[in-house]
């Protein structure tokens, strides 16, 4: 089975300006959770989705939006960009939720000048 | 409020001998423990977890044990390899309810010496 993809690895935006951020999880898994790494945070988790559906949200400001596709596929999207965006920001699937290992993708790092 | 905490940020430790990274949990409600390691540039990779009914298990050269009276969790790596250099996250989930989220401690960089 291919793991968790997401596109694109690398970004480079400017304050003010919005992204979108693409994630595919492993086939057969319908659970999609993004997390925010940063050297002084660590890893925060941000919103998980699950057929479609928001199920769990973390403490990220409006700006951060998400959406899951019937594909399973996720977008998630950070509007009106600030320098502390910057960050590698990581998406992770699993089948199901509870008890599920979560499996992560390599990343997309985003650099906000 | 830091709900996972892993005390230690590095750890070195000689090749052919045992490494033992550390975590301690706050929330009771946590019912699901996971190790990850983390290379530079790379997602986290899943390691081994264990279920709260259960105070250890074995996967290889990997043994995750769990305290639940003291919310501790350790991850033994015997015997540790230069390849297992890297850093290792520490995670928790549970609560009940649709709480599935993932809570990370800020990990050990554990660095292996030949």
């Known amino acids: 089975k291919a793991g968790v993809t997401q596109t694109p690895r690398y970004l480079i935006k400017t304050r003010g300006q919005q992204v979108t951020l693409s994630c595919s999880p492993i086939s057969g898994h319908r659970s999609v959770s993004w997390y925010q790494q940063t050297p002084g945070q660590g890893l925060q988790f941000l919103f998980e989705y699950f057929s479609e559906t928001q199920r769990n949200k973390g403490n990220f400001p409006g700006r951060f939006s998400g959406r899951q596709f019937s594909n399973s596929r996720s977008e998630m999207n950070v509007s009106t960009l600030e320098l502390g965006d910057s960050a590698l920001y990581l998406c992770?699937?699993?089948?199901?939720?509870?008890?599920?290992?979560?499996?992560f993708g390599p990343g997309t790092r985003l650099l906000v000048l | 409020d830091q709900q996972v905490k892993q005390n230690s940020p590095s750890l070195s430790v000689q090749e052919g001998r045992i490494s033992i990274l550390n975590c301690d949990y706050t929330?009771?409600?946590?019912?699901?423990f996971l190790w990850y390691k983390k290379y530079p540039a790379e997602g986290p990779t899943f390691l081994i977890s264990?279920?709260?009914?259960?105070d250890k298990n074995e996967d290889g050269r990997f043994t995750v044990f769990l305290n639940k009276s003291a919310k501790h969790l350790s991850l033994h790596i015997v015997p540790s390899q230069p390849g297992d250099s890297a850093v290792y996250f520490c995670a928790a989930s549970g609560g009940g309810g649709s709480n599935y989220k993932l809570t990370f401690g800020k990990g050990t960089l554990l660095t292996v010496n030949p």
């Open positions: 264990i279920s709260s009914i259960k």
């Open positions: 992770a699937s699993s089948y199901l939720a509870g008890q599920e290992t979560q499996y």
């Open positions: 929330n009771s409600m946590f019912d699901y």
